[in-house]
């Protein structure tokens, strides 16, 4: 079964407004997570770093403004995505691992679109 | 340079035939792993396995099997026995030293044909 999941997996919100995904982490405590954000057919793109009680790690060209990381506990990281508009509709997906094994698991995926 | 490098956009294979995606990756750790994901339509990433680069033997799951060239620094993923289902997008990734962050391929997108 899922160990990451992924809440909502789809959403469509009005053109500025904020739109609020959930990754939790089901059996293991995370203290880091991963958010990606993947456009059709392309790769994953690595957006930050979310760790536990501190500040998210951005990515160069990543809006920390714009997409809001918060993880407020070891099993929970959100990611809002603040005044969203139409280009900020995409796939997103959060990823964790556990401190012992070697595989990195993925949330479901959240499809946004903003219109 | 890229970390890791998937040069097939797009492959064909027949139901019930063997089928090998390329990958080859870029580090200067002498401790990493490759893994390899497949991500359906649905846009789920599932883990399909994974190769430390301490390890020997070539890692297989079932159907999967890595074909792991060190010196070539190749991570190629063989899927034997292609069933209809295994159509998907498959992307090569690697983890250096000891962290959480991945560095994916472009992928690979694998159209089964009946």
């Known amino acids: 079964g899922a160990v990451v999941s992924q809440h909502p997996s789809w959403v469509i919100c009005k053109s500025g407004t904020s739109v609020k995904i959930e990754c939790r982490s089901l059996?293991?405590?995370?203290?880091?997570m991963f958010w990606y954000r993947q456009f059709p057919k392309q790769s994953l793109m690595l957006m930050a770093t979310s760790n536990e009680g501190s500040k998210a790690t951005y990515e160069q060209g990543v809006e920390k403004d714009k997409f809001l990381i918060n993880h407020a506990s070891l099993t929970l990281s959100t990611l809002t995505v603040t005044s969203a508009h139409p280009e900020d509709s995409s796939f997103y997906i959060c990823?964790?691992?556990?401190?012992?094994?070697?595989?990195?698991?993925f949330g479901e995926g959240s499809w946004l679109t903003v219109v | 340079a890229q970390k890791i490098t998937q040069t097939q956009p797009g492959m064909f294979v027949q139901e019930k035939e063997a089928v090998t995606l390329d990958c080859t990756y870029d580090t200067s750790d002498q401790s990493y792993g490759l893994f390899w994901y497949k991500q359906p339509s649905s846009g789920e990433m599932i883990f399909l396995i994974y190769?430390?680069?301490?390890?020997?033997q070539n890692a297989t799951e079932g159907r999967y099997s890595l074909n792991f060239q060190k010196a070539r620094k190749s991570a190629n993923l063989v899927i034997s026995a292609s069933q209809l289902g295994d159509s998907a997008m498959y992307f090569c990734a690697m983890r250096e030293g000891t962290g959480n962050q991945f560095y994916f391929g472009t992928g690979t997108s694998l159209t089964v044909i009946p």
């Open positions: 059996d293991f405590q995370a203290t880091t």
């Open positions: 190769q430390g680069s301490y390890d020997e």
């Open positions: 990823s964790a691992g556990r401190n012992s094994g070697n595989t990195i698991y």
